[in-house]
DNA sequence: CAGAAGATCTGC
DNA sequence: CAGATCTTCTGC
């Protein structure tokens, strides 16, 4: 399913909403799957309570959770009712609304960064915590198909950030240069 | 009920 | 590399 949202678009209706209303969004070109019990980096791996209870609940609906004191984090929920799963979506280039996704960016942060890992994708659509649990296929934010089946190479590798000693290659991304930094040096501790 | 950690990003 | 900054979870 990760997979399968690579070269989707993720979009927001902005403005007073509907014919002739205008978007901001891009393409999707970086994820990371999340797993239910059993993925030691899963907000989904204790039991289905407090905020993960969202993933496992319907699958094309919204988990948004506010992460660092800073920043929010969007994921799709893609499993089934019970499941516990989702993926985070982490990076988009840019297609629509480029002025607007730049709104709150650093002024020297390149135009193709601006929605360049899961913290900016969330500032460049205004995503917070009101879209968690609203609908991604008929919702204000949702994702549209590809409109080409050629995706080019699908690159995975291990997930980014993760706190816990995980080696899964559940991080998958196109060849963009919109896809985030590689992987810190984990850090001695 | 207090304390710590966290699926991050930025600027120094 | 540390600081920002707050929600969630854990342990007592």
Known sequence: MARDLLGCYL????????????ISGGRIVE???Y?????????????????????????????VYFTYG?????????????????????ALEPVWGARAMRLGAPTNLADHLVASGPGRLCRALRIDKRLNGSDLVNGTVRILPPDTTE?????????????????????????S?????????RSRR
């Open 31 to 33: 994820v990371e799957a």
């Open 70 to 90: 800073m920043h929010h984090c969007m994921n799709a929920v893609c499993d089934r009712v019970g499941q516990g799963s989702a993926v985070l979506i982490r």
């Open 151 to 175: 995706r080019g190479e699908i690159h995975d590798g291990i997930r980014i950030g993760l706190t816990s000693d995980d080696e899964r290659p559940w991080r998958f991304w196109l060849d």
């Open 35 to 63: 797993g239910g019990p059993g993925d030691p980096g899963s907000h989904a791996d204790r039991a289905p309570n407090g905020r993960a209870s969202i993933m496992f609940g319907e699958p094309g609906i919204a988990y």
């Open 11 to 22: 979009v927001r209706r902005r403005g007073r909403g509907d014919v002739g209303g205008r």
């Open 177 to 185: 240069p919109s896809v985030s930094r590689s992987p810190r040096p």
